[in-house]
């Protein structure tokens, strides 16, 4: 009898303190409700909090996809009786002799003190959850959840809206130089004041949140393929940009584009854009207006190449905003002024119609804005109909090859 009381014991010792290291996390998976005990277990303070804690609790998350994971406390039952309504999260990777800060996630909001973080994961990677006692050492419970995100190939033409704000978590790179934890984000307003989100996410950059901002915060594309483009092709990156608010518009920054994807190497590159917005006059919902913006990067054709923007050099204005970033590529003035291209979209047939003057077509690919192909046929007409009635209703890229070059449209799909 002795010998089975000991023997529970000690699986109760177990249970309680199995996820007290990073050496004993207790593995997390994704769709189930997960239970946190009394925080009391080995500390890590390595993502650099303002304030330290003094204990937390392990989790170890493996991902079974290449995307984005959410972690989520922001649950009903963390009301701040039964359960904790104050969490804090450190995310690392790495092993547990050398672990390295790959994400953090506090507040929900001013009101809310429980977490909720997004970040991008790699399928067959081992992320730890650390959650410490910073504000509260209470139980709680989490959830974890994953979705998959296609990122960009490469080729052209190459577009993104934001319409999907895990392509940009989980597709391109950000770099909080300046180390204030302020950096790119996702935002997506309420322009017209009717309490719901407009439903047209883009990218923002603060110089000022409640304090003044310096901000140096970097944002790196995707590589970007133009190895099948040669000299006398134009090349463009272009983009929309705006100061939010009209009378703080005075917000400041740089594009570069380079051969690597290193600070060093995009700071070096001699293909660069730097502007100092001014204030505009706003739209009717007193919003600043978007201006569009292009540079020619056809200098870089045959290579593989990287673009990022950096807003810095301001301070006390308050948000950049960018969107709508893509590259197109036309045919080298020569081929363009004997060759005329033409297209239309037939609302009633629902087909792409295309027309070549002289050079025969061979290919179209159609994208979504989120970069997936939808569309792909071979083509051998100077005249072509492509049938779109498949495709959902809504704005589509599509790229014809004509004579080893290339031409990208847009068309919406009604």
Not at 85 to 102: E, H, K, M, N, P
Not at 282 to 287: K, V
Not at 351 to 378: A, D, F, H, R
Request: hydrophobic share 35%; with cysteine; aromatic share 12%.
């Amino acid at each position: 009898m002795k010998k089975i009381t000991l023997l529970l014991a000690f699986i109760a010792f177990q249970f309680n303190y199995a996820q007290d290291t990073c050496a004993t996390a207790l593995a997390a998976t994704v769709s189930t409700t997960i239970s946190v005990g009394t925080i009391n277990g080995t500390v890590d303070n390595g993502c650099n909090w303002d304030t330290a804690a003094t204990f937390g609790e392990w989790y170890a998350f493996t991902a079974t996809l290449d995307g984005v994971a959410t972690v989520n406390s922001d649950l009903p039952q963390n009301d701040g009786i039964t359960n904790s309504d104050d969490t804090r999260l450190s995310i690392f990777t790495g092993t547990c002799g050398a672990l390295t800060c790959y994400a953090v996630g506090d507040d929900v909001s001013d009101t809310n003190y429980l977490t909720n973080i997004t970040f991008a994961v790699t399928s067959g990677t081992t992320y730890y959850l650390h959650w410490d006692d910073r504000w509260s050492d209470s139980q709680f419970d989490f959830e974890i959840t994953e979705e998959a995100v296609s990122c960009p190939d490469g080729s052209l033409p190459f577009f993104d809206d934001f319409t999907n704000p895990n392509t940009f978590i989980a597709c391109w790179e950000t770099i909080d130089s300046d180390g204030d934890g302020q950096g790119w984000f996702t935002a997506d307003y309420d322009q017209d004041g009717n309490m719901v989100p407009d439903g047209n996410p883009m990218l923002g950059s603060a110089s000022w949140n409640d304090i003044a901002l310096t901000p140096d915060n970097w944002l790196i594309s995707p590589q970007i393929d133009l190895t099948s483009y040669s000299t006398g092709d134009l090349i463009e990156l272009s983009w929309d940009t705006r100061g939010i608010d009209p009378d703080f518009a005075a917000e400041n920054y740089s594009v570069y584009v380079a051969t690597n994807n290193s600070i060093i190497d995009l700071e070096s590159s001699s293909t660069t854009f730097t502007e100092t917005l001014s204030s505009n006059d706003p739209d009717m919902d007193g919003f600043g207006n978007f201006e569009s913006r292009t540079l020619d990067i056809s200098s870089f054709v045959g290579q593989t190449v990287y673009f990022a923007f950096r807003h810095h050099a301001v301070s006390d204005e308050f948000v950049l905003n960018i969107d709508n970033i893509g590259i197109d590529v036309t045919l080298s003035i020569n081929e363009f002024e004997q060759n005329v291209f033409t297209h239309n979209y037939d609302k009633v047939s629902k087909t792409l119609n295309l027309e070549s003057s002289n050079s025969e077509m061979t290919n179209v690919e159609v994208y979504s804005l989120l970069g997936q192909s939808v569309v792909s046929k071979p083509l051998s007409n100077t005249s072509e109909s492509i049938d779109v009635s498949s495709l959902n209703d809504g704005v589509y890229l599509a790229k014809v090859s004509i004579n080893g070059n290339s031409k990208t449209i847009k068309f919406v799909k009604n």
